[in-house]
């Protein structure tokens, strides 16, 4: 059996970060637990059977994992968000799962509080993908486009190797992901987990979501902030910029802005029919998004 090590990036409140610690210290198969402060203005406080790693300065989600994995003694390094609850036998039946997909990213099955599945299998991203998405007039359709904006659908509530699972849960082979570099840290948050699998997949490394266990997300807990969606947008860029060079980049730029006319023009017929709707306001804020100009140097 392979040496694991736990790694549980934390900022904000500590409750539910030492209720997951809580819950892992009780598991066979943790060989240590490793809790990565991020710089939290509610710090995490020091509790027995945990490494605590404080950072001077917030860098991040890639960047927390980062410290904690250059601390990890295991093989393999299990990420979990702060504000994920597992099971009595979570650990030892995740790496029986993963056992034969290994070495490779893992991700168990991740649900809502409410009980359903998250998507956590996804394509690598595309402009049409983030187009769909910023699109306002697909909002009330957006439940039945899910392979449209990047949800690999034969992978819901079933093993299946993907492009890329989400970061709520990953269980990562430690020498491949520090040979690849780990985590970008230039991403502050959202894109670093499809960037470091597609830099892993490069290496031969696969990402791959099981059907059990699961865990349930709470979802947006372990960060909250009113800087969520500029971070995704810079990310987004950053990321286009990364992988397809400064043309890439302007091309998914373009896309969105063109998006964002279109939402312009809906919202006005919204507002014309009475509807509660600020046209100029949102099209502002989106304009204002789109020309931020932080990138990856």
């Known amino acids: 059996m392979p040496r694991l090590s736990v790694v549980i990036p934390h900022f904000g409140d500590s409750r539910p970060t030492t209720h997951l610690v809580q819950q892992l210290l009780a598991q066979d198969g943790v060989d240590e637990v490793i809790v990565v402060d991020d710089a939290s203005p509610s710090p995490f406080p020091a509790m027995a059977g945990v490494r605590l790693k404080r950072r001077p300065t917030n860098g991040g989600f890639g960047a927390a994992v980062?410290?904690?994995?250059?601390?990890?003694?295991?093989?393999?390094?299990?990420?979990?968000?702060?504000?994920?609850?597992?099971?009595?036998?979570?650990?030892?039946?995740?790496?029986?799962?993963?056992?034969?997909?290994?070495?490779?990213?893992?991700?168990?099955?991740?649900?809502s509080r409410a009980g359903t599945n998250e998507w956590v299998g996804r394509h690598f991203p595309t402009v049409a993908h983030q187009v769909v998405e910023w699109l306002h007039p697909l909002v009330r359709l957006r439940p039945r486009l899910h392979e449209a904006v990047g949800h690999d659908t034969s992978a819901l509530g079933r093993t299946a190797v993907?492009?890329?699972?989400?970061?709520?849960?990953?269980?990562?082979?430690?020498?491949?992901?520090?040979?690849?570099?780990?985590?970008?840290?230039?991403?502050?948050?959202?894109?670093?987990?499809?960037d470091l699998q597609r830099r892993l997949r490069s290496s031969g490394i696969r990402s791959v979501v099981v059907e059990e266990p699961h865990i349930v997300h709470e979802g947006g807990g372990s960060t909250p902030s009113p800087d969520?969606?500029?971070?995704?947008?810079?990310?987004?860029?950053?990321?286009a910029h990364k992988w397809g060079g400064p043309i890439a980049e302007r091309r998914l730029r373009a896309a969105l802005i063109t998006a964002?006319?279109?939402?312009?023009?809906?919202?006005?017929?919204?507002?014309?029919?009475?509807?509660?709707?600020?046209?100029?306001?949102?099209?502002?804020?989106?304009?204002?998004l789109l020309r931020t100009r932080r990138g990856l140097g």
């Open 66 to 111: 980062n410290s904690g994995v250059a601390e990890a003694s295991g093989d393999l390094a299990l990420v979990l968000n702060s504000d994920v609850t597992v099971g009595p036998r979570f650990v030892t039946d995740l790496l029986e799962a993963a056992e034969p997909w290994l070495p490779a990213v893992v991700s168990p099955r991740v649900v």
């Open 162 to 194: 993907v492009d890329w699972v989400i970061g709520a849960a990953l269980l990562l082979p430690v020498e491949p992901f520090r040979a690849v570099g780990g985590f970008d840290e230039r991403f502050h948050m959202n894109a670093e987990e499809v």
């Open 228 to 239: 969520r969606r500029r971070w995704l947008v810079e990310s987004r860029l950053a990321y």
């Open 260 to 288: 964002s006319a279109a939402n312009l023009f809906w919202n006005i017929a919204r507002a014309m029919a009475g509807r509660d709707s600020q046209p100029l306001s949102t099209f502002r804020s989106e304009l204002a």
